[in-house]
C-alpha cells in the first residue's frame, strides 16, 4: 500500500517552454501532498505544500507565479514549471500524506520515483 | 535554516560490517524519520522515533535519539550490498495544527563494498 505516482520520470523541454508534473496517490486519499526539488548529491528542499481544495502554501523564496500547484482532488497533485529556463533544470519529488486519522500515519511522506527535467 | 546536518556524508563499508549514520538537528521536534534514496529515485521510509522514544529497532535498523543533544543516529547491522543508497533523517515541526512538514538532513551516501 501507500504507492504514489509521478509522471513523468524524465522531461527534456526548450527554454520558455511549460512542463506539468503529476504526482498521484494510488491506494490513499492525501489531503496534503509536498513537492521537493533535488540538486545532485544535495538535500532535499521543500518548495511548497499542497492542499487539496485551497492554494499551494510556497517556501520563502519560491516564485508561486513560475511554479504553479494545483490540488484539485484528493488523489492528484500537478507542478507546473512555466516559461522554463535551464537554472529550472533539477529533480523535482513529489510526496504525499495519508489523511488517515492514526496518530502517526499523518507524519509519513510516501514519495513518488521523481522526475528529471532537463532545459535546453 | 531549520535543515540538519548528517554525519558522515559519505560512508563506505565491506559488506557484513554495521554501518553508523548520525543526524543532529536544531529545533524541539515531534519526531524523527529516516528514509532512504536510491540514485535517481524517491524516498523511501524507512522508521519513524517519537520525541519521547530513545530507541527503536525495524529488522536490521536501530535508531536511537537524544534529545537533549538534538541528535539521532542510525545503525544497519550485517549490512548488504543493496543497502548501498542515500540515508536522510527528516524531522517535523508543527506550523499549523495538522499540517506537519518535514524538513530533510544533507544525507549520508552509503556505499556497501561486496
Known amino acids: 500500500g501507500a504507492v504514489v505516482s509521478q509522471h513523468p520520470s524524465r522531461v527534456i523541454c526548450k527554454s520558455g517552454t511549460s512542463v506539468k508534473i503529476e504526482c498521484r496517490s494510488l491506494?490513499?486519499?492525501?489531503?496534503?501532498m509536498f513537492w521537493y526539488r533535488q540538486f545532485p548529491k544535495k538535500s532535499l528542499m521543500l518548495m511548497a505544500t499542497s492542499n487539496e481544495g485551497s492554494k499551494a502554501t510556497y517556501e520563502q523564496g519560491v516564485e508561486k507565479d513560475k511554479f504553479l500547484i494545483n490540488h484539485a482532488s484528493l488523489t492528484l497533485s500537478t507542478l507546473t514549471v512555466t516559461s522554463a529556463h535551464p537554472e529550472d533544470s533539477s529533480f523535482y519529488i513529489c510526496?504525499?500524506?495519508?489523511?488517515?486519522?492514526?496518530?502517526?500515519?499523518?507524519?509519513?511522506?510516501?514519495f513518488g520515483a521523481g522526475t528529471r527535467l532537463s532545459v535546453l | 535554516s531549520q535543515q540538519g546536518e548528517e554525519d558522515p556524508q559519505a560512508l563506505s563499508i565491506q559488506e557484513g560490517e554495521n554501518a553508523t549514520m548520525n543526524c543532529s538537528y536544531k529545533?524541539?521536534?515531534?519526531?524523527l524519520q529516516w528514509y532512504r534514496q536510491n540514485s535517481g529515485r524517491g524516498l523511501v521510509h524507512l522508521i519513524l522515533i517519537r520525541s519521547n522514544e530513545r530507541e527503536k529497532h525495524s529488522g536490521r535498523l536501530r535508531v536511537t535519539l537524544d534529545t537533549s543533544k538534538k541528535s539521532s543516529s542510525l545503525l544497519i547491522t550485517a549490512s548488504r550490498a543493496a543497502d548501498t543508497a542515500s540515508y536522510f533523517c527528516?524531522?517535523?515541526?508543527?506550523?499549523?495544527?495538522?499540517?506537519?512538514?518535514?524538513?530533510f538532513g544533507t544525507g549520508t551516501r552509503l556505499t556497501i563494498i561486496p
Open positions: 510526496s504525499a500524506r495519508d489523511r488517515a486519522d492514526k496518530p502517526l500515519a499523518k507524519n509519513i511522506q510516501y
Open positions: 491506494d490513499f486519499q492525501a489531503t496534503t
Open positions: 527528516a524531522t517535523d515541526y508543527a506550523w499549523s495544527f495538522g499540517n506537519e512538514k518535514l524538513t
Open positions: 529545533t524541539s521536534i515531534n519526531n
